[in-house]
């Protein structure tokens, strides 16, 4: 059956109804249902076949396909054009009644220290430093593969933010992560060209972007890669503030992630997780101190140069001798993640 575009609903953009060219009443059709190759041309007086379907009490177009574009006599009488990819007149809509019930999952915020410094400083080095992270995190998402054990990546500038549902995924990914990175600097003579890391790992609800219903928003449906990247709940605002805690190379744990956690598995008991203990190949503590040292020592006389404050330095110097002489020490287990 062939007929012309009547109506576009501009506020959701979502249904219309369409005028069947042998007269009888108007048949209605959901936007989303209808293939991107006739969606993107549809509008108020389109010629379009479509077969006929029932839903409920009223009649369906289904299967819509584009004939030719608004022309002619018989558009007369049809509703202004409204077409849901131009501007909305009454604003952006968004059905958040269909969103779905948010994910249960561990949230890491993990990223490179001083950002803000080294691009001050110079822009190819400080997108080096962060390339290097992207690149560490994705090589141990590869050796964990990802994909089949539900791990997600969400890359935002300098960093990153990793989920998890299961928290030995989320400590194998980080683990060798930290494991890469760690090597990285090791192997680097240079403190010019060394960067540190660190990150926070929190438990809570989040709602990812890949799961949104198709029908809460016909633009989102249209832009899925900006939709599948987006990721957002209270769990990424307690790991991104508690980074800040963390020594270098380090990895703090919210209270969140110490206190709940799946029915399957057991919380984080301590506030540092202690990955140098766990990755492949190991990592001698003691040779990454030596080196965070000689790092530090530069930066002090350096400082005017560099950007990195003083007492900033001596801070993040202390948390690192607490953090890795501890894992020399008999109470290494106090601050491990197992």
Known sequence: MEGRVKFIDAKSGQWGYVVPSDGSGDVYFKLLEVEESTRSKLD??????????????????????FLAGASGPDTAGLSRPLDARRPNPRGIFFDSALLPDPNYDYVCWLDVMGTGNQMLRSLPIAANFIFKLQCAVLEAAEEVEVDRAGLRLYPVMDGVYITSPRRFLLQKLLNQAMCRLAITFLNEPKPFHQFLVRGAIA????????????????????HELIRDSMLMGLPMAQAYRDEREAPPFGIAV??????????????????????????EPR???????????????????????????????RHHLKLAREFFTLADSATAATVGGR
């Open 283 to 313: 990592i001698d503590p003691k040779e990454l101190m030596i080196q965070l040292q000689k790092y530090f020592d530069w930066q002090l006389a350096h400082s005017t140069v560099t950007g990195y404050a003083e007492d900033r330095i």
């Open 254 to 279: 919210h209270s969140s992630a110490r206190a709940f956690s799946p029915e399957e598995d057991k919380p984080f008991r301590f506030i540092w997780l202690d990955w140098f203990n766990y990755a």
């Open 203 to 222: 438990f809570g609800p989040v709602y990812h972007g890949y799961a949104l219903d198709p029908r809460s928003s016909i633009v989102m449906s249209r």
């Open 44 to 65: 108020v007086g389109a010629l379009v076949e479509f077969d006929l379907a029932e839903e409920g009490e009223r009649r369906r177009a289904a299967g819509m396909r």
